[in-house]
């Protein structure tokens, strides 16, 4: 079963920075230091800020980043917080080292998921990207997890010079008892912003003949699958998520963007002042969201205008979707 996932309108979710510290040196990280920080949150400030979120919405969903946000000494307290504070659901992305015992501090029923990050099937592809020794590291942790009985889900950010070894993931994830896969498209943000020789972003023709097989493969093998749809025909509706859903991207320096692709520019629409949400001045990322454009979203035909093509009368050939905007598959 396929289906376009539009954005809820009914759910928050609220994705937390609650530091940006890590122990990794991803080729492609998104942490932007210069533009989100390097402090780390207290307990007491994290449990504020849940707080202000939990009460915009009673069905908000929290997923804790960093970062690598299981180096945060007290994420455990942080997790039962949340719990307590009614959020509908709560994922931890973790790039695998499990610090502070992590799985020891929380249980199955306080934790919805467990998501970890792969960039290739195998050692090799994926320490390249990731680092020396990241591979077994991610590996045993996922199975650690799966031990205790933790649901699991791992995001691959597909890219040129991984998305070889997409079609080699269903068989693995099935191997490690993961529930749900999350496919990523690398975005020019962090780091591969500000690197200009890797050639990492996928034509079209290729995504599009790659990724609807590679989710199929694994969601034939029961996994529910999650990935970008990106390319928008001519005739698809294009819609902003930064107009239409509820989401937020909170940084620990106080900056809370409504759009992911926002992130690398001083451009957030709120920020989180004496406990309080409250708007930034213009101009800002609200101001990119009521533009028009035939291309579809803006923030990609700023800063990814290579992912275009136009015809010879100068009109985009198809559009580009919200970053945000996902296809869902699973056998069910
Ligand atoms: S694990 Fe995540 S936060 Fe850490 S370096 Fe890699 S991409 Fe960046
Ligand atoms: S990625 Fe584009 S369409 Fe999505 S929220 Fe950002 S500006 Fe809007």
């Known amino acids: 079963m396929k ?96 610090f502070h015992d992590i799985l020891s501090k929380v249980t199955p029923d306080e934790v919805d998921y467990f998501s970890f990050s792969l960039d290739g099937a195998t050692k090799k592809t994926n320490d390249m990207i ?9 590996l045993a942790g996922v199975r650690d997890a799966v031990s205790k009985g933790f649901n699991t889900s791992l995001i691959f950010t597909v890219s040129e010079i991984n998305i070889h070894e997409l079609s080699l993931m269903p068989l693995l994830l099935n191997d490690l008892g993961i529930n749900r896969f999350f496919i990523q498209v690398i975005g020019i943000r962090g780091k591969t912003a500000q690197s200009s020789n890797d050639q990492l972003q996928v034509p079209r023709d290729k995504w599009l003949k790659t990724i609807p097989l590679a989710a199929a493969a694994a969601a034939s093998l029961g996994l529910k699958v999650t990935y970008p749809k990106v390319f928008l025909e001519k005739d698809e509706t294009f819609e902003c998520a930064g107009l239409v859903a509820d989401n937020y991207f909170v940084f620990p320096n106080t900056r809370v963007y409504r759009c992911p692709l926002c992130e690398d520019y001083p451009i957030h629409s709120k920020t989180i002042t004496d406990n309080r949400l409250i708007d930034t001045d213009r101009i800002n990322e609200k101001d990119v969201f009521q533009l028009t454009i035939p291309e579809g979203c803006v923030m990609n035909r700023l800063i990814q205008p290579d992912n275009l093509i136009y015809d010879k009368d100068g009109k985009p050939e198809y559009k580009i979707a919200c970053c945000l905007l996902k296809e869902e598959i699973s056998s069910g």
């Open 130 to 138: 990731r680092g020396e020794g990241v591979y077994d590291k991610c």
């Open 3 to 98: 289906k376009t996932v539009s954005f809820s309108k009914n759910s928050s979710n609220l994705f937390f920075h609650i530091l940006t510290k890590c122990n990794l040196n991803c080729r492609h990280c998104y942490i932007n230091h210069d533009q989100h920080g390097d402090s780390t949150l207290s307990l007491p400030v994290i449990e504020s800020w849940l707080s202000i979120f939990a009460e915009q919405s009673r069905k908000a969903n929290v997923i804790f980043l960093g970062g690598e946000p299981t180096l945060h000494p007290e994420l455990s307290l942080a997790i039962k917080k949340a719990n307590q504070l009614g959020y509908s659901s709560i994922t931890v992305d973790t790039n695998g080292f499990l």
